[in-house]
C-alpha cells in the first residue's frame, strides 16, 4: 500500500532535505520501493542524493498543468525522484492567478499517482516529500496530498517556532484533507534521549494543536564532519558507513603490504561515527514503519465499531 508522507518545518536548517534523503535511501535498503518528490525551489535534494541539481520545471509544469512527471529512475536501489529546482518558484503565483478566476491547480496529488515504478507492476511501498519553509502555499499543496505528516525540529527557539508554525498550517489543511495525520516529532541535532527538549516540542505542540504530539523516540545526531563527507560525495548515512568499511579494509591491507597509505582524499568522519549516524537513521526508519502501520490498524478499527 503506497503513503505519502510529507517531511515539513516552518523553517529552514532543521535537516528536513537531510531527513528525507536518509530516510529514502534507509528504507529503500531494507527492500521497500520508494519515491521521494522534491518540491523545493532550491533543489537541495540533487546534493544528498547525488543527483546534481536541476530545475524542477516537470514538477511545476505538473503541479499548474497536469503534465506527466518526469521521475529520475534508478538514484539508489528500488529509488526514484522527482527533482525539484527554481522552476517551482511560479507556483505560488499559478495558485494566486487561479484562484483569483475562481479556479484550481491540477495539483500534486494527482501527478504523484500516475508515477509507478519502472519494470514492475508493484506501486511504491513510500513517497516522501520534501517541502520548502518558506513557501506556504506548496505546504499548502503537498498537504493537501498527503497522507501523514512528519515535522524535524531542532533544539533552538527559532526551531521551535517553524515547528508551531507548520503546526498551524497542518491544522488548517486537514479541513481540506482529513485523512492527513500527524505521523510524528522528530528531533533532529539532538543527543538521543534529550527529556527536557522532548517536553518543550510537546508543550509547543499542545498549545497548537490541544493535544500532545507523539515524538519519535529515536533523535538524528548531527556531525559536521559526516554532513560535510555525505554531502561532497553525494553520500547517504548508510553508505557513508559502508565507505568507511572498505577505506579502513583497504588501509589495513596496504599497512600489511608495507605500501603507502595515501590519505590526500580521506574522509573527514570518523567510522565510528559514520556508524552511529547510520544506526539513527535505521532506527528511525523503522520506528516510521511501524507508526504507519498502527496508525493504520487503529483507523481500520475505528472504521469497524
Known sequence: MRRVVAIANGK???????????????????????????????????????YGLQDGSSLGLAITHGLPLDVSRGVRDRLDVVPGGPALWDIAAAFTSRGARGASLPGLRRAVDGVRPEGTDDDYDLVLIDTPPGEPILQELVFASSDYLIIPTRSDEASLDGLVVVAQRFAAARAVNPDLTLLGVTLFGVRAGSTRLIKRVQSALHETLDGAAPVFATSIRYLESAAVDMRSRGLLPHELEQVHRADKSLRINRLRQGARVDTGDSLLSRDSSAARLASDYAELAQEVLTAMTQKEAQARVEVAV
Open 12 to 50: 529552514g536548517g532543521v535537516g528536513k532535505t537531510t531527513l528525507t534523503a536518509g530516510l529514502a535511501g534507509q528504507v529503500a535498503a531494507t527492500g521497500l520501493r520508494v519515491l521521494v518528490v522534491d518540491t523545493d525551489p532550491q533543489g537541495n535534494m540533487g546534493r544528498d542524493l547525488g
